[in-house]
Structure formats: structure tokens, C-alpha cells
T-cell receptor, first 111, second 110 residues
Framework: DAGVIQSPRHEVTEMGQEVTLRCKPISGHNSLFWYRQTMMRGLELLIYFNNNVPIDDSGMPEDRFSAKMPNASFSTLKIQPSEPRDSAVYFC?????????FGQGTRLTVV | KQEVTQIPAALSVPEGENLVLNCSFTDSAIYNLQWFRQDPGKGLTSLLLIQSSQREQTSGRLNASLDKSSGRSTLYIAASQPGDSATYLCAVLNTDKLIFGTGTRLQVFP
């Protein structure tokens, strides 16, 4: 397996634009996690899914953020509208009951 | 709510020193604790995973211990090398969620 695959690896966008980050979990994993990493706050859990259903979205910062998992092999994290303070590295991870395995992350810069 | 703290936040040492990185957590009801390494601009590399029933794990020059009752873990790095320079993160698994510490940024100079 190629591991957790995230795209794009880098994204630069202007403030106010919509941004969509994508994640393909490891085949067979039933939990998927979105994390955000910043210098100030470290790694924060935004939301996680189990069997494609959102279980805990308490970490989602505000209504501008939304995440979906339409099927077991794909998830998106959308920010609309984006703001400079959303600049961070966003990690996706997946697991099958144990510790998650992480993708390489998407570095988002909002200017 | 689980909170994970790491001390020190940053560490700079000469090559060859033995190091101890500390991690503490507030809720002892964990399934496991994991230590990760992160190089600048890169993803996370898992170093060691300690199950809640275990006391320690070793891999090469790395040794991690876990004292669940006191909410503490330490990562011991023997004979440090410049290639060990990175950020080290501990994380605890609560039910399905992996909660990360604040990280220790390590620099080992020749």
C-alpha cells in the first residue's frame, strides 16, 4: 500500500478563496483523521470519521471549515472563505483500531 | 479533556550526549503512547509505541518509558548524533483519538 495520500502537497491561495484538501486513506482502514499543525498551537485534531461517519468535529475551528467522507477511500477538508490565519500544514491520517498512520501533509498558505 | 505537555520545548546539545525528553499527560486512561519524529517541512515518522500495559520500548539508541499512573513518559536518546536533529512529538491514544504534545525541538551540533 502507498500509505495515506494527500493532495495537493502545497497550496497557495488568496484570502477569500475556497480551498479543498484531499485525502485517500489506507485501504481497509475504517477511521480517518484531519489534523492541523501550526507553530503556535502544534498538532490539533480537527475532525475524525469512523466508517465514513463524522464522530467528533469539536476541533473544527469555525463554520468556514467543513469535512466530508463520501466513501471509504476519499475525504475532503474544505475552507470557505479562507483567511491568512488558516495558513498551516494539514495532515490526514487513517487507522484500523490502532494508532493512525499519517500522510505527508498539505502546506497551505493563504495570502 | 486530555492535555499532553512536553519539556523542554527546545534543546541544543553537542554530539555524543545522552538526552532525556519528557512528556506528561493529564488523563491516564490511554490505550498507548507513541513517540514521533518530524523533520522540518516533512511528515511524521513513528519511532516507538508503548502499549498501556507496557513499561518501556527500545529501538536502537532510543528507549521510551511509560508510567501511566503518574501520567509520564520519557524518551531517552543515547549517544546523540547531528542526524538526530528534529522535532520530537509524543502522542497518547484516547479511544480513537491521538492527542499530540507540544513537541521538543532538538538540535545536535558536531
Amino acid at each position: 500500500d502507498a500509505g495515506v495520500i494527500q493532495s495537493p502537497r502545497h497550496e497557495v491561495t488568496e484570502m477569500g478563496q475556497e480551498v479543498t484538501l484531499r485525502c485517500k486513506p489506507i485501504s481497509g482502514h475504517n477511521s480517518l483523521f484531519w489534523y492541523r499543525q501550526t507553530m503556535m498551537r502544534g498538532l490539533e485534531l480537527l475532525i475524525y470519521f469512523n466508517n465514513n461517519v463524522p464522530i467528533d468535529d469539536s476541533g473544527m475551528p469555525e463554520d468556514r471549515f467543513s469535512a466530508k467522507m463520501p466513501n471509504a477511500s476519499f475525504s475532503t477538508l474544505k475552507i470557505q472563505p479562507s483567511e491568512p490565519r488558516d495558513s498551516a500544514v494539514y495532515f490526514c491520517a487513517s487507522s484500523l483500531g490502532g494508532s493512525p498512520l499519517f500522510g505527508q501533509g498539505t502546506r497551505l498558505t493563504v495570502v | 479533556k486530555q492535555e499532553v505537555t512536553q519539556i523542554p520545548a527546545a534543546l541544543s546539545v553537542p554530539e555524543g550526549e545522552n538526552l532525556v525528553l519528557n512528556c506528561s499527560f493529564t488523563d491516564s486512561a490511554i490505550y498507548n503512547l507513541q513517540w514521533f519524529r518530524q523533520d522540518p517541512g516533512k511528515g511524521l515518522t513513528s519511532l516507538l509505541l508503548i502499549q498501556s500495559s507496557q513499561r518501556e520500548q527500545t529501538s536502537g539508541r532510543l528507549n521510551a518509558s511509560l508510567d501511566k499512573s503518574s501520567g509520564r513518559s520519557t524518551l531517552y536518546i543515547a549517544a546523540s548524533q547531528p542526524g538526530d536533529s528534529a522535532t520530537y512529538l509524543c502522542a497518547v491514544l484516547n479511544t480513537d483519538k491521538l492527542i499530540f504534545g507540544t513537541g521538543t525541538r532538538l538540535q545536535v551540533f558536531p
